[in-house]
């Protein structure tokens, strides 16, 4: 393994924020920071390394309203999402405000992503896969040689994320995990953004809504 990985719960969603770390440079990327800042230093702490860049699955608050007050304390980059969710990360203080959530300030990422673009931290690379549905601009970071994959609220153990949010598309949440996340093998084990990890394997044999004998 050339990396190490913890899962840290944030926010009264208990969110799954992931840190990684490259064993070679030390260098830690964050995914989806949503809040409890200090839980998710503890994390990177814990494992070693200091933080290099912060990455994206999409714009809902549990999973990015942490992001830009980490980018200003530590002076990195906000890499991701797709930019069709720019409209709910400039919604912030609106969604938040709403739901009771803590106030959290619109940004702009660094760089928004595309379908097949690479990332890097320390000396580790992820493949990018743009999974639409949940929300318009959602993607999936894949480590191939891990066999890992964060995969936000794409799909969850046993079930796949919500698409009546604003702009979310059920079909195409389908769509997204049968062609773009199955063929990265059966083996690949998800952190999803909310409970347990399993296995794209377990899922296809599974899951309600995209097991293989659903679809014949």
């Known amino acids: 393994m050339t990396i190490k990985c913890s899962i840290v719960p944030v926010t009264a969603y208990q969110q799954n924020c992931s840190v990684m770390v490259c064993e070679q440079t030390g260098k830690a990327a964050v995914f989806d920071p949503g809040g409890d800042i200090e839980n998710i230093e503890a994390a990177i702490a814990e494992l070693g390394g200091s933080l290099e860049v912060i990455y994206l699955t999409h714009g809902h608050m549990d999973h990015c309203a942490a992001a830009d007050v980490m980018r200003k304390k530590y002076g990195v980059k906000i890499i991701g999402p797709q930019k069709e969710d720019a409209f709910w990360i400039d919604k912030l203080p609106e969604w938040c405000k709403m739901t009771g959530f803590p106030h959290a300030e619109p940004f702009t990422p660094d760089q928004w ?94 899951n309600p809504f995209v097991a293989d004998t659903r679809f014949g």
């Open 113 to 206: 992503l595309e379908d097949e673009d690479s990332v890097s931290f320390g000396a580790q690379t992820l493949a990018v896969k743009f999974c639409p549905g949940h929300t318009p601009g959602h993607v999936v970071f894949f480590h191939e040689s891990a066999r890992l994959a964060i995969v936000g609220d794409v799909l969850f153990q046993g079930s796949i994320g919500r698409t009546d949010f604003p702009k979310g598309d059920f079909d195409t949440l389908v769509n997204s995990i049968q062609s773009k996340l199955w063929p990265l093998g059966d083996d690949v084990t998800f952190i999803p953004g909310h409970g347990p990890t399993s296995t794209f394997g377990h899922e296809r044999e599974t």
